[in-house]
Nanobody, 127 residues
């Protein structure tokens, strides 16, 4: 069983930066990772994904250029660095694990493609 625990959220001001962390139990190297977010009254949406090796990444247009997803396979950790935060980034952020790898056009961006989820971490950006 794989367990994911997020940390690093909080209340920040517009323009600030934040790094979310995701600690993963289990065989981390077998899982591609993703970050999703869900704002009140909205569906869960894709933010970023990283493949098994970390060489492949993909971002939603809404965060491209402002976010960086990374992973540390030695520490079983995934990260989402967010810069120039905007009030529209306010949401509960979830990390998720996808069993297997991907490359090229096969980026898993739908929530139901992922096998395991963290409990979520609130990020609130004030204007």
């Amino acid at each position: 069983q794989v367990q994911l625990v997020e940390s690093g959220g909080g209340l920040v001001q517009a323009g600030d930066s934040l790094r979310l962390s995701c600690a993963v139990s289990g065989t981390f190297a077998h899982y591609s990772m993703g970050w999703f977010r869900q704002a009140p009254g909205k569906e869960r949406e894709f933010v970023a994904a990283i493949n098994l090796s970390g060489a492949g990444t993909s971002y939603a247009d809404s965060v491209k250029g402002r976010c960086t997803i990374t992973r540390d396979n030695d520490k079983n950790m995934a990260y989402l660095e967010m810069n120039d935060l905007k009030p529209a980034d306010t949401a509960v952020y979830h990390c998720a694990a996808f069993s297997g790898g991907w490359s090229g056009i096969g980026v898993p961006t739908e929530p139901d493609e992922y096998d395991y989820w963290g409990q979520g971490n609130q990020v609130t950006v004030s204007s």
